[in-house]
């Protein structure tokens, strides 16, 4: 196979269809961008998954009263809650955290955000037994055993919070890998369509090759590179795009809550390893369309 | 060397064939007129030889190649061996009188130095040398056909298809092409010409197999084109 051969033909393909080689570029390259995005978001949720497993935590929120008056939890209810709590079996352990506490943590959690501070005030925030299960799915044990009872004010759960959380993260995910899909679609009709005219364009070259014994690899390796190489660029391009995104967009809309830590940060070395995944679908995706619309529509 | 034994060709559009029973055999090395009036199943016949077209009915032999029946995969073996000219001539306009040739090699993947070596020797014989750098548009009808025949020449074929290559050319130039093609019969190339030009089936008295209504009506060792045409 003389490989010098073939690339200059699909350069020459390439250029006579410029127009529509960089509508293919582009529709391959905002497909596997979401795509892209989709698998960011997979990794996100992964990561925070990995990130709370240990530390999930039940916290019993305390009224006002003893919030106010019981700075050290000696007197009741308070005591009695917290050996009732350290008793309850699965409970790993329980910290209290007086409203003093709970105010600092707050401040450290919105230093990013002056606004919110200025507003907050240290009696909105409750006094709360934080409480570690050995077993963080089994909060409602807890629930049932503490909720209502005297000097309980709630009992919140940040697994339902998390799982919420993960739900709408995932129904992201899921419009972006939708979308992709249907990007895909009409990437797909346009590398077919863009192979069909670049058969046509070509048909004499193509009648001779025939002639003259060329094999069905000579007649139909220029066109099926063609459409792997604008898959190739759609691909770069689609990598490209998640970088800017990230740099101009993504950075600058999650950094308060990056850096509270309550969503990890997604980095160049996530889009880096996502990457790999984007180059093998529109390799697969384009000599797949390519070798089926030889087949089908093609008579070479 | 080439052999069709009962062949018969109906094109799906068609109620009439193409070809009706037709038997004939070449020798290696002949040089033989098909002819007969348009319609008569001149192309056809060539088109069966490239396995352009399978036969609807009988065999076609050409060399030690089974034409109707082997499998598609070995058919650009088949057109290796075979080399073709046209009427409309069919250079590719974007490239050189050089390139032109040297793709015909280019695509059956003959290495480069090969190429360097034996497109100008080719040219050389079709007498195209010094004008292997012009475009095709850059030459006359006859050239252009001499270009044509370089290309199907090139590779050594066994067998030369011409189909009308004179079809579009003034008899002087014709002339001159049939000089070459004769050339090229003398290496011991068969050669196969369809044509309807009486002079010059008349002048070379060659082999005329004749066509007429898809059957062959008449097979002269030493032929002229007809009586009273
Ligand atoms: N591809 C085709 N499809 C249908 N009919 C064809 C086709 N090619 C040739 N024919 C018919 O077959 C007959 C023989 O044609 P052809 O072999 O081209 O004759 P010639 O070359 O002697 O003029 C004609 O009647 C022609 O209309
Ligand atoms: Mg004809």
Redesign the pocket.
């Known amino acids: 196979m003389r490989t010098s051969f073939v690339f200059s033909e699909v350069v020459t393909g390439l250029r006579r269809n410029v127009t529509m080689t960089i509508a293919m570029i582009l529709t391959t390259a905002i497909s596997l961008g979401l795509l892209g995005g989709g698998l960011l978001v997979v990794r996100m949720v992964d990561k925070m998954q990995a990130n709370y497993a240990g530390k999930l935590e039940v916290s019993v929120l305390l009224t006002n009263d003893v919030s106010a008056n019981d700075k050290d939890c000696t007197q009741q209810p308070c005591s009695g809650l917290r050996s009732a709590l350290e008793q309850t079996s699965g409970v790993e352990s329980v910290v209290f955290q007086n409203r003093d506490d709970g105010f600092e943590r707050f401040k450290r959690i919105f230093e990013a955000q002056p606004e919110l501070l200025k507003l907050a005030r240290p009696e909105a925030i409750p006094a709360t037994f934080r409480v570690k299960l050995e077993d963080p799915e089994r909060t409602d044990v807890i629930r049932q055993a503490f909720e209502g009872k005297p000097g309980v004010k709630a009992v919140d759960d940040q697994g339902k919070f998390l799982e919420r959380f993960f739900e709408g993260l995932n129904g992201l995910r899921d419009v972006a890998l939708i979308l992709a899909l249907i990007q895909a679609f009409a990437a797909l009709l346009l590398i077919s369509n863009t192979i069909q005219v670049s058969a046509f364009t070509r048909r004499v070259e193509v009648g001779i090759m025939r002639l003259v014994g060329a094999t069905r690899w000579y007649t139909q390796l220029p066109f099926l590179i063609e459409a792997v190489v604008a898959g190739i660029i759609g691909s770069v391009t689609a990598v490209g795009g998640l970088v800017l995104f990230k740099a101009f967009f993504l950075d600058r809309i999650t950094r308060n809550l990056t850096e509270s830590g309550i969503i990890p940060p997604t980095g160049y070395l996530d889009i880096l390893i996502v990457s790999p995944w984007l180059f093998l679908v529109a390799i697969v995706i384009s000599a797949t369309t390519g070798y089926v619309t030889l087949r089908l529509y093609v008579r070479l | 060397m080439i052999r069709l034994e009962h062949v018969s060709k109906v094109?799906?559009?068609?109620t009439?064939p193409?070809l009706d029973d037709v038997s004939v055999e070449m020798e290696k090395g002949e040089f033989v007129f098909l002819i007969?009036?348009?319609?008569?199943?001149?192309?056809?016949?060539l088109r069966l030889l490239l396995r352009e077209e399978v036969p609807t009915r009988g065999r076609v032999y050409v060399s030690n190649f089974d034409v109707a029946k082997m499998s598609r995969r070995r058919v650009p073996r088949l057109r290796q061996s075979i080399g073709c000219v046209f009427q409309d001539f069919r250079l590719l306009p974007t490239k050189t009188v050089a390139e032109n040739v040297a793709f015909a090699l280019e695509v059956i993947g003959k290495p480069r130095n090969t190429i360097v070596k034996v497109v100008p020797e080719v040219l050389q014989l079709v007498g195209l040398d010094g004008k292997e750098d012009r475009f095709p548009t850059e030459l006359s009808g006859g050239e252009q056909q001499r270009v044509a025949i370089a290309r199907a020449f090139v590779n050594r074929p066994l067998v030369l298809i011409a189909?009308e290559p004179t079809g579009n050319l003034d008899p002087d130039t014709s002339q001159d092409i049939m000089l070459l093609l004769e050339r090229i019969n003398r290496t011991g190339t068969t050669v196969i010409m369809?044509t309807h030009d009486h002079g010059i089936v008349d002048s070379m008295r060659r082999r005329v197999v004749e066509?007429s209504y898809?059957k062959v009506v008449r097979d002269d060792a030493r032929g002229v084109y007809g009586v009273g045409r």
């Open positions: 094109y799906k559009t068609s009439r193409a007969g009036p348009s319609g008569s199943g001149k192309s056809t016949f189909d369809a066509l898809g």
